[in-house]
């Protein structure tokens, strides 16, 4: 069994970065697809960034692109999310997930595509 365990969040002022780290426990191949994904209250989860294991080919979501950089440590089997310049409205709880079969166009994007999920971390981000 898997088990993803994340961290990092907490309360920062805007402008400020913040890393957030997803440490994977268990089996965990290479071939896996690696993601970030937001949740705030009363909305659906957002994709925000993934990384493909194997070739650390990274994706990210038009909102987050250039702020934030997804990155992955093979030793310490850890995936992480830096994020810089933060605004408020990046205020949310992120997940950690991992996709076993990311084939298809997009499914790196896609939340049914993955397999695993962390309990998540909360991020707020003050104006």
């Known amino acids: 069994h898997v088990q993803l365990v994340e961290s990092g969040g907490g309360l920062v002022q805007a402008g400020d970065s913040r890393r957030l780290a997803c440490a994977a426990s268990?089996?965990?191949?290479?071939?896996?697809?690696w993601g970030w994904f937001l949740q705030v209250p009363g909305k659906e989860r957002d994709f925000v960034a993934a990384?493909?294991?194997?070739?650390?080919?990274?994706y990210y979501a038009d909102g987050v692109k250039g702020r934030f950089a997804i990155s992955r440590d093979s030793i310490k089997n850890t995936v992480y999310l830096s994020m810089s310049s933060l605004r408020p409205e990046d205020t949310a709880v992120y997940y950690c997930?991992?996709?076993?079969?990311?084939?298809?166009?997009?499914?790196?994007?896609?939340?049914?595509?993955?397999?695993?999920w962390g309990r998540g971390t909360r991020v707020t981000v003050s104006s």
């Open positions: 997930a991992a996709d076993t079969h990311c084939y298809g166009s997009g499914c790196y994007e896609s939340i049914s595509e993955y397999d695993y």
């Open positions: 268990g089996s965990t191949f290479s071939t896996w697809v």
């Open positions: 990384i493909r294991w194997s070739n650390d080919e990274t």
